[in-house]
């Protein structure tokens, strides 16, 4: 049974530029997930899957095994479904069999090694398909605008209390985990048994933008 966790990391972002090796509390961003994903007891192999030599580089000197992902399918519209089946065929062809892929995001820096685990036996336990992180949200008041007017998806005039507001799940894009088989079948991330594995916000704190760069540079205590 081969339990491989596979980070995507492209070298062109399009929201911050080379947003995967910024240098953030010391270390390059990519360096965070690649550690966490080492000091899992549940993960056979750490993957990096990049078009990027500088990442790749980077990569290997964090203890991550490598893959040179082809142009075609590192574009701004290249799906990662493809970037997945691509290193789920590299590592098959090269090394080993591969059971279960765990796919983590590199702007999701703030995950534990403990919550990959927990997630994996979850995983296991309930003998699930695939399975999504998400943090848990209300339905809060919110206000679209509509011409001139803003609408409210709540009756403002009987404002209900924050127990009584419907429960959600926001998908967070932390990390994937699938059955490669099945995967390479269904072509898609989530099929099947689907499992939801809940977040807490910082866990679930992703890196989009400058401001999030600047925040996460502030919260170094995290990473120890």
Known sequence: MTKI???????????????????????PLIYWSINTCLKSKNIDTVWVSSDSKKILSLSKKFGANIIKRPKNISGDYSKSEKAWEHAIGFIKKNFSNVETVIGVQPTSPIRSYKTLDKAINMFYKKKLDSLFTAEKVYNYFIWKKQGKKYIANYNYSNRPMRQEIEKKYLENGSFYIFNAEKFLKEKCRLFGKIGCFTMGKVESFEIDNHEDLKLFNNLGKFFK
Do not use: D, E
């Open 5 to 27: 966790a596979v980070i995507l990391a492209r070298g062109n972002s399009k929201g911050i530029k080379n947003k995967n090796i910024k240098t953030i509390n010391n270390k």
